[in-house]
Nanobody, 125 residues
Framework: QSQLVQSGGGLVQPGGSLRLSCAAS????????IAWFRQAPGKEREAVLC????????NYADSVKGRFTLSRDNAERTVYLQMDNLEPEDTAIYFC??????????????????WGQGTQVTVSS
């Protein structure tokens, strides 16, 4: 069964860091576009960042530029979302998503075939 399994997250103080993991099972992420989304209570889901399947473009939400980065470990079939200098406004459930051969141009709002189960990130003192 092809799926994405997320881990990481939790409670962190403002200014702290967290790393979320998104592990693929039955999927070779080498050829997939990857995206991270988040949904805060009472708000719509929003894109955090995404990278094209050809690795030629990475798009970031303005609110996370300079603080969040995406990395891949192809051998481990895992992608990571490194979140630094976290703010209370980053509190949300975070989701990873992937789609084969998807070429990303503007934004991150595309159709993704695979989704992680979501993980809670809470930024609070």
């Amino acid at each position: 069964q092809s799926q994405l399994v997320q881990s990481g997250g939790g409670l962190v103080q403002p200014g702290g860091s967290l790393r979320l993991s998104c592990a693929a099972s039955g999927i070779n992420l080498n050829y997939h576009a990857i995206a991270w989304f988040r949904q805060a209570p009472g708000k719509e889901r929003e894109a955090v960042l995404c990278v094209s399947s050809d690795n030629r473009r990475t798009n970031y939400a303005d609110s996370v530029k300079g603080r969040f980065t995406l990395s891949r470990d192809n051998a481990e079939r895992t992608v990571y979302l490194q979140m630094d200098n976290l703010e209370p406004e980053d509190t949300a459930i975070y989701f990873c998503a992937a789609d084969l051969y998807l070429i990303i141009m503007e934004g991150c709002d595309y159709e993704y075939a695979y989704w992680g189960q979501g993980t809670q990130v809470t930024v609070s003192s």
